[in-house]
């Protein structure tokens, strides 16, 4: 079922966990998948290179409320909300006395190490690896250098956190040369999950302004994004026939 032209998850949370665990203990199939927003929703609508990208993703993940209720109003029965931080956590807790593998690929400078730490608070020792990007564009060696690292490691899964859309971008790129389970981008989860960012409360996320919450602590970087973002998600919505 599509809001604004791309297809997302519509089963919920629970069954997501469960098809996800399913398929990571398949053969490798560097299945992209991630948790969209309405920012790479909106991205996707405007941009024909962009939206060529998001295509080549297994799965989108309802990652915001507007957008669960976007697919209800259009007949899903099931569709709830998926955020990164969400089921990054559960999927690294239940995957803990298994042989799933996690890589870790994002944040600022020290704080995938931290999140592993955090991983094993959570009970979860498979943490195989830890990558911090630069923040630059990198060239296509500088991407096999990284898929290199992750592939000796032997990871299951590899989770991502620059930013959307940057991490969209990152992931796509990098799959064409990881042999692992899936990429998974994850925004704000590095942050989240290490304290540097506070979470909005279920309460706030539920009735859909999460988006408020974040700004309010993060005016400087995201207004200009929510600014551009929040009025055009809701057009086109007001204006898709899909």
Request: glycine share 6%; net charge positive; with cysteine.
């Given at each position: 079922?599509k809001?604004?032209g791309t297809k997302?998850y519509d089963?919920?949370f629970e069954?997501a ?7 990571i203990?398949q053969?490798?199939k ?9 920012n790479?929703?909106v ?6 290179y962009?939206r060529?990208i998001?295509?080549?993703f297994?799965w ?13 109003l ?7 909300r998926?955020?990164g931080?969400?089921?990054?956590l559960?999927i ?21 190490d931290?999140?592993?730490n955090q ?8 943490i ?10 990198l060239s296509?060696e500088?991407?096999k250098?990284?898929?290199e690292?992750i592939n ?9 956190g620059l ?8 992931s796509?790129r990098l ?6 389970g899936?990429l998974?981008?994850?925004?704000a ?5 290490t ?8 309460w706030v996320?539920?009735?859909g ?9 993060e005016?400087n970087r ?7 973002v ?6 086109y919505?007001?204006i898709d026939k899909?």
């Open positions: 079922m809001v604004i997302l089963k919920g069954t966990v469960s098809e996800f665990l399913d398929l203990k053969e490798p560097n299945l992209l998948i991630s948790p969209s927003d309405a790479v929703l991205l996707a609508k405007e941009d024909e962009f060529a998001t295509e080549d297994y989108h993940f309802p990652d915001g409320m507007p957008s669960v209720w976007m697919l209800k259009k007949g899903s029965k099931t569709a709830t998926i955020s931080p969400d089921f990054f559960r690294v807790k239940d995957s803990a006395n298994t042989n799933i593998k996690h890589f870790l690929c994002g944040g600022a400078e020290g704080v995938a931290l999140l592993k991983c094993h608070l959570w009970g979860n020792h498979n195989v690896g830890t990558y911090c990007p630069p923040f630059k564009e296509e500088e991407i250098c990284i898929a690292e000796e490691s032997k990871a299951s899964i590899v989770w991502i930013g959307a859309p940057k991490q969209v971008y990152f796509q799959a064409k040369y990881t042999k692992v899936a998974i981008p994850i925004g989860a590095f942050d989240f999950h304290n540097r960012v506070k979470k909005a409360p279920n996320q539920q009735i302004m999460e988006w408020f919450f974040r700004l309010v602590q005016p995201l207004l200009k994004r929510y600014g551009r929040v009025p055009k998600f809701i057009y919505n007001l899909d």
